[in-house]
C-alpha cells in the first residue's frame, strides 16, 4: 500500500477536503446560529412538569374536599330529613288509622250517650283527621327542606370547583419557575426599566391574587433582551351540575292527592257518622278502611324508589327528592402547562437563544375510597398520569 | 375659633363612636330612667325571651311599689306602654322564682322589664333589663308558638293560624311545628318575608312559587299503578308551595308553605311548617 502511494503520489490532485470542510464549516454556522441550549430545556421542562402536578394535586385535594362535604350534607340531609319524615309519616298513618277504626266500631255499636259533639266517637274521628293534617304539614316541611338542601348541595359543588381551579392555577403557576425569572420589584420603580410591566415580580403577584384566574391562565412578559416569554396553564375537571337523584315513589301532587283527597274526605265522613250514631258499621268501616288505605298509600309513596337523572330544576320540585345519589362526574382533573421562551420561529433574531415549545400534562384522580351514597367522606386525591 | 373646632371634633368623635350600634348601647342605655337613690349593683347582658337583653341590677333603699310607681310614671310620659304582663315571659321570669311580677313597658320593639329581686327589709334589689323583643299580641282565636321549647319563641307566628296538632317534632338538631290557616298563601308568604327579618332571622334563599302541573302524573314512573280517583283528585287539586330558608347564629328555620287553590273540597287551608335546625359543625 505505501508502494502504491509512493508511486503515485504526484498524480493526487489537491483541495480535495474542501468540500468536507465547507459542509462542517456549514453544519458548525448553523449549530452556531440556532443556538440551543439543552441545560435550559432540561430545567424548563422540569418546571412545566412542576407545575402540572402541583396544580392538578391541589385543584384534586380540593375537589376531594368539595365531594367529601357533599357526601356528609347528604348524610345529614337523609338521616334528619328521610328517615324522620319516612317514621314519621307511618306513625301518623298507624294513628289515624287505629282512630278512624275505633271511631267506626264506636260509631256502628255505641249507646247514644257516647255520640255527639265532643262524644267519645267525635274525638277519635277528629284525631284521625287531625294525623291527616299533621302528615300533610310534614309532607310540605320535608319536600320544602329536600328542595332547599338538594340547592344548597349544588351550590356548593359548583362554588368549590370554582375554589379547584382558581387553586390549581395559582399553584401551578407558582411551581412554574416564573418567579426566578422575573425581575424584583414594580416596574414603575425600576431606575432603568427593563422589558415590559410584567418582566417585574410585583406584577406576578397581582396576576395571582387576580380572581379571573379562573377563566384565564396566560402569564406573558418581554425581558430585557427583547425576547417574549410565555407560561400557559390549562386545568381542566369536569362541571358538577348534574346529579343523579334517589326520588320517592310518588311525586309530591299524588301524595298529597292520597292525603287531601281521600284520606280527609273520609275522615269527614267519620265524623258526620259519629254525629248521628249510632250509625250503620258497613259504610263507617268502609271509611275508617279508607282513611288506612290512604294513609298507608301516602307514607309508602315517600318511600325512595330509585336513582333518576335530574330534570330541570323546578320539574325536579314535582318530585320527592328522597336523597343525592351520586354527581355525574368522573372525579379526575387536569393540568397542562406550557412555556414558550423566545419565539422559536423568530428567525429575523437568529443569534438570540431559543428554545422550543415546553409543555407537560398531569392527571389526578381524586375519587379515593369516597362515595355520596352511601356516606362514605373517603375522596383524596392522587396523581394517575404524567406527560 | 378653637372653640368651634373642638365643638366639630367633639361631635364627630361621638358620630364616629356611634357608628357601630354596639358602640352606643351604653348611650341608648342610660336614656332609661333610674329612680333617684338607686345605686348601680351590677350589670350584665343576658340572652332571654329570643332577644339579648342588657340587665341592670340597681339596690334600693325603700319598697318595690316607690320604684313601681317612678316606672310607671316616668316611662308612661316618654311614651311608653305598659304591657299586661305576657304569659311567656310571665313563665319565663317565673322559674326566675321572682317575689313579685314584673313591669312591662314597651316602645316599638324596645322593651324594659322592671322586675323586684327582693331583698331585705328596709332595702332591696330591682333590675331593669332593656332589649328587643319581638312577639305578637294575642289575637282571639291565634294560637302562639308554645314554647315549651322556648327556641321557637323567636319565629312569627301567622296571625290567627291555627297549631296543627301532632305536627311538632323536638329533637336535639331539629324542630318542626305546623300551622293553618284561611288565608291565601302569599300573604302568609309576605308575612314571613317581612316579618322573620325583625326576629333577627336573615332570608338566604327562597324558592319560586310552584304550581304542581297534574302533567307530572304522566311521566311519573309509579303513577300507571295510581287509581282513577287519585289521579283525577290530583288533577283537582291545583296545588301551589314555596318555601324560605333563614338563618340565625347557628340555626337554620325553613318555612314551609303549601296551599290548594281548589275550592269546596274542604282545601281552603293554608299550610305553614316551620322547621329549626341547627347547623353541625
Known sequence: MFRAFNLNKFRYEKGQLLPVFIVILAVLIIMALVTVNLGKISMTKTYTSNAADAGALAGGSVMAGVFNQQSVTNNNSLVINHTMFMAEMFTLAAAASASAFAAAAICSSTPPELCGPSGVCEVLAGAASKSIKAAMISLVAFQVAQVFTYLSMKEGAMTGRENAIRTAYQYAFSNSGIGTKLIPGAYKDADTPRGNENNYSDSFTDFMKNKDLVTSGVYSWEDGQGRAHVVTVNVDTHDVDTYLLQYCVLPYLAVEAYLASQALPAAAKLLVDCAECPCTAGPAYMAAMKVTVAMLAAAAGTLPYGPLMEHNLFGDIAFLIAWVDDIDHDRLFYVTSWQTHGDPYDYDSLWKARYPKIGSRSKVNFKGEGTIYPFGPKFDSDIEEVK | ?281
Open chain 2, 1 to 281: 375659633m378653637k372653640r368651634i373646632s373642638l365643638v366639630i371634633m367633639l361631635i364627630l368623635m361621638l358620630s364616629l363612636t356611634c357608628a357601630g350600634k354596639t358602640f352606643c348601647g351604653w348611650l341608648d342605655f342610660y336614656s332609661t330612667p333610674v329612680p333617684a337613690g338607686a345605686k348601680e349593683a351590677a350589670k350584665e347582658k343576658a340572652y332571654m325571651l329570643g332577644s339579648d337583653f342588657i340587665i341592670t341590677v340597681y339596690d334600693f333603699h325603700g319598697p318595690f311599689d316607690e320604684v313601681a310607681k317612678f316606672y310607671l310614671r316616668r316611662l308612661t310620659q316618654d311614651g311608653w306602654e305598659q304591657m299586661a304582663s305576657d304569659e311567656k315571659v310571665a313563665r319565663e321570669l317565673a322559674a326566675q322564682k321572682l317575689p313579685a311580677p314584673p313591669l312591662m313597658f314597651r316602645k316599638g320593639e324596645d322593651t324594659i322589664i322592671v322586675a323586684n329581686l327582693g331583698g331585705p327589709p328596709g332595702g332591696i334589689k330591682f333590675s331593669v333589663s332593656r332589649g328587643a323583643l319581638y312577639y305578637f299580641k294575642a289575637k282571639k282565636g291565634q294560637t302562639l308558638l308554645e314554647p315549651e321549647d322556648i327556641q321557637f319563641k323567636d319565629i312569627p307566628v301567622y296571625p290567627q293560624a291555627s297549631l296543627v296538632p301532632l305536627s311538632s317534632i323536638v329533637t336535639p338538631l331539629r324542630r318542626q311545628v305546623g300551622f293553618s290557616t284561611n288565608e291565601p298563601l302569599a300573604q302568609v308568604v309576605k308575612f314571613y318575608k317581612q316579618k322573620l327579618p325583625l326576629a333577627g332571622w336573615r332570608i338566604v334563599d327562597e324558592l319560586p312559587m310552584t304550581d304542581y302541573d297534574p302533567k307530572v302524573l304522566q311521566d311519573c314512573p309509579n303513577c300507571g299503578n295510581l287509581s282513577k280517583d287519585t289521579l283525577a283528585a290530583a288533577k283537582g287539586l291545583s296545588l301551589e308551595s314555596t318555601g324560605i330558608k333563614a338563618v340565625k347564629g347557628q340555626e337554620v328555620c325553613i318555612i314551609g308553605v303549601s296551599a290548594s287553590k281548589a275550592a269546596g273540597r274542604g282545601m281552603g287551608e293554608t299550610r305553614i311548617s316551620i322547621t329549626v335546625s341547627k347547623v353541625q359543625k
